[in-house]
C-alpha cells in the first residue's frame, strides 16, 4: 500500500531502507533472557497480543535498557503487560539490522499508515465490523493502531506484484509525563516526557544478527 501525496511532491521510498544497525533492549524474566544467551532457544518469542501498537513482532527498547528493565520490573505486579510470569526482572540486549523499515518517524511511513487506516475504515464499515479501539490510560492497549499496521502489511502483500515486506516496524512513544515542570504553568514544562522511548517490532528474525547481555554499572 503507497503512500498518498499531493502530485507535486515527489515520493522517497528508496529511503525506507535504513542502512544501519541499532542495539535493542527486551525485558523479560530472567529464565527467558538466559534460554536464549545459553543458545536454549534460537530467539525470543513473537509478540501477538491483540493490543500490541506496532503491530507482530518481537519487541525492542531501542538504546534504552534502563527502560527496559523498569518494564521488566513493572511486569512482576501486572502480568498482564508481558507475555510470561515474571518472577526475576532481566534484559536482554539485541544487534538489529532495520533494514526494509516502516519507520513511524518518518513522513513516507506515517501517509502509508494514515492510507492503510483510511482503507480498513472502509472495508469494515462495509463488511459491518466493529473497528477496534485505543483503549485504557494514555491509549495503552493499542487495538486500533495494531489493526492499522497489520492491515497494512497484509494490503502490501495483495497488491500486484506484492510490495516488499516490512522487516521492522519503528516509533517514538511519549510517556510518563512532563520531565519537570509538571506542576507549574505550560510555558514552564518541559516539551519532552519521563519516560518518552522508541520502540522496534522487528516482523523478520534474520534481521536479528545476535543478542547479548548488557554491561550494567
Same mark, same amino acid.
Given at each position: ?7 507535486? @511532491? ?50 525492542? &527498547? ?5 527502560? !527496559?528493565?523498569? &518494564? ?19 534484559? @536482554?540486549? !539485541? ?31 462495509? !463488511? ?28 502490501? /502483500? ?13 516509533? !517514538?512513544?511519549?510517556?510518563? /509525563? ?21 520502540? @522496534? ?17
Amino acid at each position: 500500500m503507497a503512500a498518498s501525496k499531493p502530485p507535486d @511532491i515527489p515520493g522517497y521510498s528508496n529511503y525506507q531502507r535504513l542502512p544501519s544497525m541499532v542495539l535493542g533492549f527486551h525485558g523479560c524474566d530472567k529464565s527467558v533472557g538466559e534460554a536464549v544467551l545459553k543458545g536454549k532457544v534460537p530467539h525470543l518469542e513473537t509478540s501477538a497480543n491483540e493490543y500490541d501498537w506496532l503491530g507482530g513482532g518481537i519487541y525492542f &527498547w531501542e538504546n534504552d535498557p534502563l527502560r !527496559a528493565m523498569e &518494564w521488566a520490573i513493572a511486569g512482576m505486579s501486572k502480568p498482564n503487560i508481558t507475555k510470561g510470569k515474571i518472577t526475576k526482572p532481566f534484559v @536482554i540486549g !539485541a544487534v538489529i539490522e532495520l533494514g526494509h523499515c516502516l519507520n513511524l518517524l518518518s513522513r513516507n511511513s506515517i501517509e502509508e499508515v494514515k492510507v492503510s487506516h483510511r482503507v480498513m475504515l472502509k472495508a469494515m464499515e462495509t !463488511a459491518q465490523i466493529e473497528v477496534p479501539k485505543n483503549t485504557g490510560y494514555g491509549g495503552f492497549r493499542r487495538s486500533l493502531d495494531r489493526a492499522v499496521i497489520e492491515f497494512l502489511h497484509v494490503s502490501r /502483500g495483495r497488491e500486484v506484484p506484492p510490495l516488499q515486506p516490512y522487516d521492522t516496524v519503528r516509533a !517514538a512513544f511519549r510517556e510518563g /509525563g512532563p520531565a519537570y515542570g509538571e506542576k507549574g504553568p505550560l510555558e514552564s514544562m518541559a516539551g519532552f516526557d519521563n519516560r518518552s522511548h522508541i520502540q @522496534i517490532a522487528v516482523r523478520d528474525k534474520t534481521k536479528i544478527k545476535g543478542y547479548f547481555r548488557p554491561i550494567h554499572d
